[in-house]
């Protein structure tokens, strides 16, 4: 009566034992490979949304 649903995702999650924590604030905590730079970490989330930002700028601006 009660069948379990099949799983249809392959993802395999990241093992977090090979990877480095890197603290942004007190919320937020990101991990990344053990040999990369912390700081370039830090850039690259603090600036994620800027991309997308400039995306809907440009098409709000050209719609009349």
Sequence with gaps: MYDKKPITS???????????AVVI?????????LG???EEARKRYSTRGEYSKD???RKTAGVK
């Design 10 to 20: 392959n993802a395999k999650t990241p093992d977090l034992s090979k990877m480095k």
């Design 55 to 57: 995306l809907i700028k």
């Design 25 to 33: 604030d007190f919320k937020t905590v990101i991990y990344i490979e």
């Design 36 to 38: 990369a730079n912390e």
